[in-house]
C-alpha cells in the first residue's frame, strides 16, 4: 500500500514576514554601505539637515548592528526596535527643516511600517494557547 504524499502545510505568514524582512533589510544595509563606501555623495544631503558628514561612519555603523539584531531570531524584538529609532530619527530630521512630508520621510514611514508587519508576521503564533496537540 503506497501512502499518498502530502506536503506539510505551512502557513504563509512566516514566508511573506521573512521576505518583508529581507527587503527592508537590504535597504537599509544598502543604506549603510553607501554611508560608509561614498561618503562624498551624503555629504550635500547631510549638511541640508545639520549633520556633519562626520557622523556618517557611526550611522553605518548603528544600521548594521540594528540590521543583524533584526534578522537574528533571538534579537529580533531589540533589533526592531533600534531601526525603529534610526528611522524615527531621520523622520525627526527631516521635519525639524520643514521637510515633513517629503519623499525621505515617506520612504522611511513605509519602511518602518514593512519593519515591523515583517518581524510580527514572522514571529507570528500559528495555533491559539492550550489547543496544540
Known sequence: MRIPFRPFPVSARPRAGWICSILVSALL????????????????PQAHIGYPPGQLPYLAGILILGV??????????MGCAVLTAFLGGAIASHARIGE????????CGMLGVLLWA??????AVT???????
Open 68 to 77: 543583524g539584531a533584526f534578522l537574528t531570531r533571538g534579537l529580533a524584538a
Open 118 to 123: 515583517g518581524w510580527l508576521m514572522r514571529e
Open 29 to 44: 544595509l544598502a543604506d549603510a554601505l553607501v554611508m560608509l563606501l561614498a561618503p562624498a555623495v551624503l555629504a550635500g
Open 127 to 133: 495555533e491559539a494557547p492550550g489547543t496544540a496537540s
Open 100 to 107: 515633513a512630508l517629503s519623499l525621505p520621510v515617506l520612504i
